[in-house]
């Protein structure tokens, strides 16, 4: 039950910002952003793992991606 809940929550965090405009949008398709947005988390929570840290500071890519200031060309 916990990985579905992840996976559900991830894929709805992925919805969630494709819904929003990008930069990126009209250089990547759908599946390759989420692709990029994945390899991203999981660079990420593999940081948090070998550093033994519990809140490691997001990625400039990640903070870019979350803002809301952030539109398409």
Request: aromatic content about 4%; glycine content about 6%.
């Given at each position: 039950?916990?990985?579905?809940?992840?996976?559900?929550?991830?894929i709805k965090e992925l919805d969630d910002?494709?819904?929003r405009e990008r930069v990126f949008d009209h250089l990547w398709s759908?599946?390759?952003?989420?692709?990029?947005l994945g390899l991203l988390k999981g660079?990420?929570?593999k940081k948090k793992r070998d550093l033994g840290i519990q809140n490691y500071s997001e990625s400039c890519m990640e903070k870019m991606l979350e803002d809301d200031q952030v539109h398409g060309i």
């Amino acid at each position: 039950m916990n990985k579905d809940d992840a996976r559900l929550k991830t894929i709805k965090e992925l919805d969630d910002i494709k819904r929003r405009e990008r930069v990126f949008d009209h250089l990547w398709s759908h599946e390759e952003q989420r692709t990029v947005l994945g390899l991203l988390k999981g660079r990420k929570e593999k940081k948090k793992r070998d550093l033994g840290i519990q809140n490691y500071s997001e990625s400039c890519m990640e903070k870019m991606l979350e803002d809301d200031q952030v539109h398409g060309i």
